[in-house]
């Protein structure tokens, strides 16, 4: 069994990354599926977010036990993921690689519109879009490969380094 975290801004293409490579029989954990279960027409995600994280995190606990009893297909999460820290927690916990997508913020944008059409959602997203940007870390050690005009950051590295314990 194999787990990777797909990271990147709102709108990236996450969801499409994992589509395109999933297959019968895997698990995808989707902080936006979730949140879209959680939510009543026109609620702001933010006033659900705390049931969404209980949520997701109750999944992944129930996807590293699965692991313990045998399950053997591959396991997807898609998150947003913008800081180092928070993607190495996947690494650490669930043993997970890591695909960032960094998907430039106009793209997203315009993704954004495409999706949702001009009102309080789009402006949501931009907002999200924006703070991603603006917090995300890079990973220095991760190399790098191209995946159309999106950056996706591997790692190969083991979880002990990658979180800056010795060797």
């Not at 990354?17 to 279960?37: K, L, M, Q």
């Not at 690689?97 to 430039?104: I, P």
């Not at 309080?120 to 995946?147: A, N, S, V």
């Amino acid at each position: 069994m194999k787990t990777t975290l797909v990271s990147g801004p709102p709108c990236s293409g996450k969801t499409t990354y994992i589509a395109e490579r999933v297959r019968p029989g895997d698990v995808v954990v989707s902080y936006d599926a979730i949140a879209d279960a959680l939510s009543a027409e026109g609620t702001s995600r933010k006033a659900v977010r705390p049931f969404v994280l209980s949520a997701f995190f109750a999944v992944l606990q129930e996807q590293r036990r699965a692991r313990l009893r045998g399950f053997r297909g591959d396991v997807w999460i898609e998150q947003c993921a913008p800081r180092a820290e928070q993607r190495n927690r996947f690494v650490v916990l669930n043993g997970a690689d890591v695909v960032v997508l960094e998907t430039d913020a106009e793209t997203c944008h315009v993704r954004a519109l495409e999706r949702y059409g001009p009102g309080k959602r789009l402006t949501e997203y931009i907002d999200e879009i924006d703070k991603w940007w603006r917090i995300f870390e890079r990973e220095r050690e991760c190399p790098q490969r191209t995946i159309g005009s999106t950056v996706a950051r591997k790692s190969g590295l083991p979880a002990r380094r990658r979180v800056g314990s010795p060797r």
